[in-house]
């Protein structure tokens, strides 16, 4: 079955530096969310998209911002970079009555 | 806003043993409960879940019980197999916040063989 295909797996930035990361979620999922996750700690979440429009905001900086694009895939832009950003970055889509099914993530070290 | 705890933070047990992971929340209007097993290097993956209308769901060695009264659930695994060794998050949920999930800090098991 298809899964939520997240990118890149890997990304490497130094401070001040800009990062874009993107999710591609199950196909005829409506709802996108992205969660961070620091080493050892629970995923936290950051933004969630229903039929493209923002549908919730947790604890997500004001130096990054996502969408949700007409084809369902998302974007999370990170911007002014800090160290202390470093952290796995999880996608989950969910379709209506359905769960969460979560990306492998994609790993962001700051340097 | 919710708040979910879990314990405990670590769980050994021998290969064929039953692992109980517990968590309560703290917010009444929650109604969906998910628990989630992720593997180093993978995403959360959902293992069971539980709405509030029902008391209790099994699938194969996994069963879930909730106790909306207490606001208490549990993750229990018989048979304990060295496959199981991850770590465990119990998660909630409301309607009108999204579905947005709020996890547990996690649980470690490790099965010994």
């Known amino acids: 079955a298809a899964g939520v295909i997240q990118s890149p797996r890997h990304l490497i930035k130094e401070k001040r530096e800009t990062a874009t990361l993107k999710c591609y979620p199950i196909p005829r999922h409506d709802t996108v969310y992205w969660y961070q996750q620091g080493p050892g700690q629970d995923p936290q979440f950051l933004i969630s998209f229903y039929e493209k429009m923002q549908s919730d905001k947790g604890s997500i900086p004001d130096r990054f911002s996502a969408q949700q694009f007409s084809d369902y895939h998302s974007e999370l832009n990170m911007s002014s970079l800090e160290l202390g950003d470093s952290a796995l970055y999880f996608c989950?889509?969910?379709?209506?009555?359905?769960?969460?099914?979560f990306g492998d993530g994609t790993r962001l070290s700051i340097l | 806003g919710e708040n979910v705890e879990q314990h405990p933070s670590t769980l050994s047990v021998q290969e064929g043993d039953s692992a109980v992971i517990k968590c309560t929340y703290s917010?009444?209007?929650?109604?969906?409960f998910p628990w989630y097993k992720q593997e180093l290097g993978k995403g959360p993956q959902l293992i069971i879940d539980i709405r509030s209308n029902v008391g209790e769901k099994k699938d194969q060695r996994i069963a879930v019980t909730l106790n909306k009264t207490a606001k208490h659930f549990s993750l229990h695994i018989t048979e304990t197999q060295p496959e199981d060794s991850a770590v465990y998050f119990c998660a909630a949920s409301r309607p009108d916040s999204s579905y947005k999930l709020i996890f547990g800090s996690g649980t470690r098991l490790l099965v010994r063989p």
């Open positions: 917010d009444s209007a929650s109604n969906y």
């Open positions: 989950a889509s969910k379709g209506r009555n359905q769960p969460q099914h």
